[in-house]
């Protein structure tokens, strides 16, 4: 079994991280899924939620993803997302008031989108 693995992390506009990881963790429609070297074939429909990625230096790279596919094969991971953004990347103030307002707007979609964005910075 390989020690590492290669992973794309990619979305609509473009290459948001690509390199190499021991574990990637992510969300999708059938629960959290935690991806190894070695781990099963896979392809699978990714649900908004954070993207945890354990690099092989040993740093953490946390990105909020907004829907898409995964999908693992020969140890390279590739997560094809509509929206992804790394949680360094995140103005912390926008996202909270993105989050305030969807919530008095009753904008469930949209609420989700900003509770992510915060939860992946809390992460990262």
Same mark, same amino acid.
């Given at each position: 079994?390989?020690?590492?693995?290669?992973?794309?992390?990619?979305?609509?506009?473009?290459?948001?991280?690509?390199? +190499?990881?021991?574990? /990637? &963790? $992510?969300?999708?429609?059938? !629960?959290? %899924?935690?991806?190894?070297?070695?781990?099963?074939? *896979? =392809?699978?429909?990714?649900?908004?939620?954070?993207?945890?990625?354990?690099?092989? +230096?040993?740093?953490? /790279? &946390? $990105?909020?993803?907004?829907? !898409?596919? %995964?999908?693992?094969?020969?140890?390279?991971?590739? *997560? =094809?997302?509509?929206?992804?953004?790394?949680?360094?990347?995140?103005?912390?103030?926008?996202?909270?008031?993105?989050?305030?307002?969807?919530?008095?707007?009753?904008?469930?979609?949209?609420?989700?989108?900003?509770?992510?964005?915060?939860?992946?910075?809390?992460?990262?």
């Amino acid at each position: 079994m390989a020690a590492e693995l290669h992973v794309e992390l990619v979305a609509a506009d473009r290459n948001v991280w690509s390199g +190499e990881a021991t574990l /990637v &963790v $992510a969300r999708t429609a059938s !629960g959290d %899924i935690g991806v190894m070297p070695g781990h099963q074939p *896979l =392809l699978g429909v990714l649900e908004s939620g954070p993207v945890t990625i354990r690099t092989t +230096e040993g740093s953490t /790279v &946390v $990105a909020a993803v907004h829907g !898409g596919f %995964i999908s693992f094969a020969d140890n390279k991971l590739s *997560l =094809l997302a509509e929206i992804a953004e790394l949680a360094d990347e995140i103005d912390v103030k926008r996202a909270e008031r993105a989050l305030e307002r969807a919530k008095s707007d009753t904008d469930a979609a949209a609420e989700r989108r900003a509770d992510v964005r915060l939860r992946a910075v809390a992460a990262g």
